[in-house]
């Protein structure tokens, strides 16, 4: 009887398990997201606490190699400049296991930071432990928070706009809609966008 | 049941009607564009361009158009690989699919891959890189920037992570969003016979 027990329970726990593996993991919109201590191109743990002033972030999941990423490169320096001042400024993220994309080592990260005068920490996410609380599947992939009582509640996740190619044909912009509306204290309308990216290499 | 029966004749109409338009275009398609391929024969939508270069040639559409690759109604399965030659687990995986499209191709199966590239890419990486590897398949270029649109209709848990396959035939449709190993792509289409 008690081998059938454990029998039972193994079998539970390996159904369990594959289940987890197959559902979607990651945050949803309302979700509390969680902070983190990444260190910075500049050698320095990063925290969304420690960041001064702001009412949120717009934390970009990005890297060096993905063309897609490079595509949204100079969008994503503009949105830090528009909104730092706002009180939602950019964190980047670089997700990928550097192990296995030797363009996006730490030493390359800090080259690009340096090369396109990034204004907004560039983090790595040093053993890909945060992206995937966070649920990012790929670069560039957009969580923006909102700084409550309760937490960090993310308000929207997804794309930064509707054209990857062409920054001058772009007709919405996802992430610039979203921070305007919580900027103006009101509710974003839409919360989640779907694009193209290059799959996060762990 | 009347009902469905008048429900179903005016799709039957529309379905007549949507395939005579068709048809005048696909004249105008073929005498411009390459040479057609099995998949692209009949009702195929007209390119929105057909990029050649050292004698190979990629045909370019946006997801309207694509989407007529993504519902055939016969009795092949069709594998559906999405990559670009940027992303290094879908160029690793790719030969599988090569592989697969030439072992099976007796038994109806066909393999079809749609490169996202960028399309400054097209003629600098892209057509070169089937001239390199030799593809066999069927290669066509989806160029079609508004993805929040479009990635949902190829299937709503689509996150927009490369690689990712469509299996369908016209009882069973299958979306994995992963990269395969041969024996892992054998054995999901072996489950569509």
Redo the contacts between chains.
């Keep these: 009887m008690k081998t059938v027990k454990i029998l039972g329970a193994v079998v539970l726990v390996a159904f369990l398990a594959a289940f987890n593996v197959n559902s ?1 993991a990651g945050y949803k919109v309302g979700d509390i997201a969680t902070d983190f201590s990444l260190k910075n191109v500049d050698n320095k743990k990063v925290s969304l606490k420690d960041i001064k002033d702001a009412k949120g972030y717009i934390v970009v999941f990005t890297c060096n190699h ?2 897609y990423a490079q ?1 949204y490169e100079d969008r994503i320096i503009a949105l830090d400049k528009k909104y730092k001042k706002l009180g939602y400024p950019v964190v980047a993220i670089n997700p990928n296991n550097p192990e296995k ?1 030797k363009d996006d080592s730490f030493a390359k990260m800090q080259e690009r930071a340096k090369d396109k005068k990034f204004t907004f920490p560039y983090l790595l996410d040093e053993g890909q432990k945060i992206y995937p609380q966070y649920g990012a ?2 670069t560039p992939h957009v969580y923006i928070l909102q700084k409550t009582a309760k937490g960090n509640v993310v308000k929207y996740i ?2 930064i706009d ?5 920054a001058a ?1 772009v ?1 919405v912009k ?1 992430v610039e809609n979203a921070v305007d509306a919580l900027v103006k204290g009101k509710e974003v309308s839409v919360k989640e ?9 762990a | 049941m009347n009902r469905v029966k008048i429900g179903v004749g005016i799709m039957l109409f529309l379905g007549v009607m949507l395939t005579s338009c068709n048809k005048k275009t696909e004249t105008e398609a073929e005498k411009t564009s390459e040479p057609v391929t099995e998949l692209q024969k009949n009702n195929a939508p007209t390119p929105l361009k057909v990029y050649t270069k050292d004698g190979v040639s990629v045909k370019a559409y946006d997801f309207d158009k694509l989407e007529y690759f993504l519902k055939q109604k016969n009795d092949t399965t069709y594998v559906v690989n999405f990559w670009a030659t940027w992303c290094v687990p879908c160029v690793e995986e790719l030969p599988h699919f090569e592989k697969l499209n030439v072992k099976y191709k007796q038994d109806k199966v066909k393999v079809m891959l749609v490169s996202l590239d960028m399309y400054k890419m097209v003629e600098s990486r892209l057509l070169p890189f089937i001239k390199e590897k030799q593809l066999k398949s069927d290669v066509v270029y989806l160029r079609d920037p508004d993805q929040n649109t479009w990635l949902p209709k190829v299937d709503s848990t689509w996150s927009g992570a490369l690689p990712a396959t469509l299996i369908y035939n016209k009882d069973r449709r299958k979306f994995y969003e992963q990269q395969f190993t041969y024996e892992e792509l054998e054995k999901e289409v072996s489950n569509f016979k």
């Design positions: 979607v993905c063309p595509a994309q599947t790929k997804g794309a509707d054209n990857y190619e062409d044909a007709k996802y966008t779907k694009a193209i990216g290059c799959s996060i290499k």
